[in-house]
């Protein structure tokens, strides 16, 4: 950002599956189960393992602890945080 600080941006597809794991996906499920979400299993399919270890990451992480990992990991200098 104009303060040099470290400020990731999520990618927007992260953005849209997130939205669907937590407010579409359980209202929908909610609707059908008369308000219960018990054993409630939803299956994502990737397409190469590279996704799957980046879905992983993001879906036990977040997007900003993901997104902090990933700078942490390619060696990045960050002075500050946002």
């Avoid at 993001?58 to 700078?71: I, P, Q, R, V």
Wanted: net charge neutral; proline share 5%; with cysteine.
């Amino acid at each position: 950002n104009s303060k040099f600080e470290f400020d990731p941006e999520p990618s927007p597809k992260w953005k849209c599956l997130c939205d669907l794991l937590i407010d579409e996906i359980p209202e929908e499920v909610k609707k059908a189960r008369n308000g219960s979400l018990n054993n409630t299993k939803i299956l994502i399919l990737c397409n190469d393992n590279k996704s799957c270890s980046q879905l992983n990451h993001l879906l036990t992480m977040g997007e900003n602890k993901y997104l902090f990992y990933t700078a942490l990991r390619r060696d990045l200098t960050i002075n500050s945080v946002a």
